[in-house]
C-alpha cells in the first residue's frame, strides 16, 4: 500500500466520529466562530504592539501611547471573551458527543447474543466505555479545538510573518518544513502504542471485573495474594507500555520545541541584523518577533495535539470494533406477530453446537411437540441439553439446522422482544439488580402496581422475607443482591417471573437453591403459576417433576424416553436409575431398592 494511502488510513478511524458530530452543527458553527475570533484577536495584538513602538514610543507623544494602550486592552477584552465562549462551546460539544457515543455502543453490546460474550470479557467492554470514550473526549473537547485555534495561529502568523518580511518569512518557512518530518514519523509510533496501551489497560479491567465478582470462592480458597501478584502484574505491564508511549510523545515535544526554537532564534538574529542596517524598524521587528513566538507556538501545540489524535484514533478503532461486530442472531427483515392461541411449542429436527465447541453437539436432530397449557418436565444428565432448548426457544442462538415454532409460527419470523415478553424465565443463578425489592420484582413489568407486585411476592413465598426487610420493598438490595441468601434471591426471580405473566413459562432448577420448607411452599405457588399456561421445567431433583404432564429424559442431545414418573420407572433405564440415585437418599432403602429392581430388569 502506498505510504500516502496508509497514512489516510490511519486517520480514518477519526472520521467515524462525524455521526455523532452532524446532529450538533449549529453549535459547531458557534464555536468555530468564536474560535475565529479568538485567533483573530491573537493576531491583532502584534500589529497593535509595533504601532505602540514606532508611532508611540518614537513620537513620544503621550496621546498616542496611550491610545495604543487602550486598543491593546480592548483586543485582549475581545480575546478573553471569544476564548471563554469557545472553550464553553466546545466543552459541551465534547461531553455531548463523549455521552452519545458511550449510549450507541452500550445500545449495540445490549443487543448482542450470548455468543459474543463467550470471547469477549465484560471488563474489555466496560474499559472500552470508560477509558476510550475518556480519550475521544479529550480530543473532541479539547484537543480538537486547541488544534483548529493553533492550525489558524499557524496560518495566520505565516501570512503575517510573510507581510512584515518576505526575506526572513522565507527562511522560517523552509525551517518550519523539517519540524514536520518528526511530527509524522513519531506520531505513527505513538498511535501505535496508544492501541498497545488501551489495550493492556482493557485486560488489566477485565481480570478484575472477573475476580471482583468471584471474591467469595477467591477467598475460600485464600487466593488473594495470588490474584493481587496477577493484577499488579497486569497493571505493571499497562504502565510500561504506557510509558514507552510517553517517551516516544515527550521525544517528539523535544524535538519539535528544539527544531522550531532554532529557526526561530537564527532568523531573529537576522532580523536583528536588518534593523542594525537601517533595513526594518524596531516595530517591524517586533511585529516580527511576536509573529514568529506564535508561530511556532502553534506548530508546537499542533506537535501536542498530534499525538492525542493519533491515541483518539487508537481508541475510535477499538470502539468501532465493538460497533462493527454483528449478532448471529438478528431479526427479520420482515417479522409477523406471535399468535395467542395454536398448537404450542415444537422443535422440529433441531441440530445444533455451541460456537466455542463446533465438532460437539448440544443437540442433534431433536424434535418435540408440547402442548399448549402442557407442563413439561426435562430431565437428564449434565450435558444433556437441556438448558440449550431453552437457550434456543429465546433465541439467543440459532439451530444449525431445524426449526422452532410456537403456535405454528417460526420463532425467526417473529421479533426478539414480542418473543421474549411471551416467555417468562426463572434460571437456576437467579440475577438480582442492585436496587430495591420492588424494582427488581417489577423488571418484567415495570408499571405493575404495589399490590400486583405483593401478590407475586406471596405467590412465591417471598412475602414472609420482604416483610422482615429494614424497609420493606423499598429496601437496597446491593450489587448482584449480596445482602439476601441464595433461596431469597431465588424466590425473588420466581416473583419476578410471576409478576410477568407470560403464555410460556421456563423454569430452570428454579427451586436448587431452596431449604425442604420453602420449596415446597414455592413449588406450589410454581404449580399454581403453570396453570393455564405452557411449562417447560429443567429439574435435577426428581420429587419436583413427578407431577408434571409428561417427563422428557434427554441424553447427548437426544430424546431417550418421555412419559409419567411410575411409567419412566419401568420403560426408561437412565430414568429409573436418575430416580434411584435421590429416591433411595430421600425415602430410604425400600424405595432404592424397588428402583434398582426395575432399572436392574434392563441391564
Known sequence: MPDTAARTLRVAPLFALLPFLRPYAKRWALAFLALLTSAGATLALPVAFKYLIDRGFASGDRTHIDRYFIALFIVSLILAAATALRFYWVSWLGERVTADLRRAVYDHVMRMSPQFFETTQTGEVLSRLTTDTTLIQTVVGTSLSLGL???????????????????????????????????????????????????????????????????????????????????????????????????????????????????????LW????????????????????????????????????????????????????????????????????????????????????????????????????????????????????????????????????????????????????????????????????????????????PDATLAQVQRAAEMAAAAGFIAELPQGYDTFLGERGVRLSGGQRQRLAIARAILKNPPILLLDEATSALDAASERLVQTALDNAALNRTTLVIAHRLATVQQADRIVVLDQGRIVAQGRHTELLQSSPLYAQLAALQFGELHGKSVERDVLRAHVGFQ
Open 149 to 267: 485555534r493553533n492550525v489558524l495561529l499557524a496560518v495566520g502568523g505565516i501570512a503575517m510573518l510573510v507581510t512584515t518580511s518576505p526575506v526572513l518569512s522565507g527562511y522560517i518557512i523552509a525551517t518550519l518544513v523539517v519540524v514536520v518530518a518528526p511530527i509524522v514519523i513519531f506520531g505513527r509510533r505513538v498511535r501505535r502504542l496508544s492501541r498497545a496501551s488501551q489495550d493492556k489497560i482493557a485486560n488489566a479491567s477485565a481480570l478484575a471485573g472477573e475476580v471482583l465478582n468471584a471474591m467469595p470462592t477467591v477467598q475460600s480458597y485464600t487466593q488473594e495474594t495470588y490474584e493481587a501478584k496477577r493484577f499488579g502484574s497486569a497493571v505493571e505491564l499497562a504502565f510500561d507500555t504506557a510509558l514507552t508511549r510517553i517517551r516516544a510523545r515527550a521525544s517528539l515535544t523535544a524535538v519539535v520545541i528544539v527544531f522550531v526554537f532554532a529557526a526561530v532564534v537564527f532568523v
Open 270 to 445: 537576522l532580523g536583528a541584523q536588518a534593523v542594525l542596517a537601517g533595513q526594518m524598524t524596531a516595530g517591524q521587528l517586533s511585529q516580527f518577533i511576536l509573529y514568529a513566538v506564535f508561530t511556532a507556538g502553534a506548530v508546537g501545540a499542533v506537535a501536542e495535539v498530534w499525538g492525542d489524535l493519533q491515541r483518539a484514533a487508537g481508541a475510535t478503532e477499538r470502539l468501532l470494533q465493538l460497533l462493527a461486530a454483528r449478532s448471529p442472531v438478528e431479526e427479520a427483515g420482515t417479522t409477523v406477530p406471535l399468535p395467542a392461541h395454536g398448537d404450542g411449542i415444537r422443535f422440529h429436527d433441531v441440530s445444533f453446537s455451541y460456537p466455542s465447541r463446533p465438532g460437539i453437539a448440544a443437540l442433534s436432530g431433536f424434535s418435540l411437540d408440547v402442548r399448549p397449557g402442557e407442563h413439561v418436565a426435562l430431565v437428564g444428565p449434565s450435558g444433556a441439553g437441556k438448558t440449550t432448548l431453552f437457550q434456543l426457544l429465546l433465541r439467543f442462538y440459532e439451530p444449525q439446522s431445524g426449526d422452532i415454532l410456537i403456535n405454528g409460527v417460526s420463532t425467526n419470523q417473529v421479533s426478539l422482544a414480542s418473543l421474549r415478553k411471551a416467555i417468562g424465565v426463572v434460571l437456576q443463578e437467579s440475577v438480582i439488580f442492585s436496587g430495591s425489592v420492588l424494582d427488581n420484582i417489577r423488571y418484567g413489568m
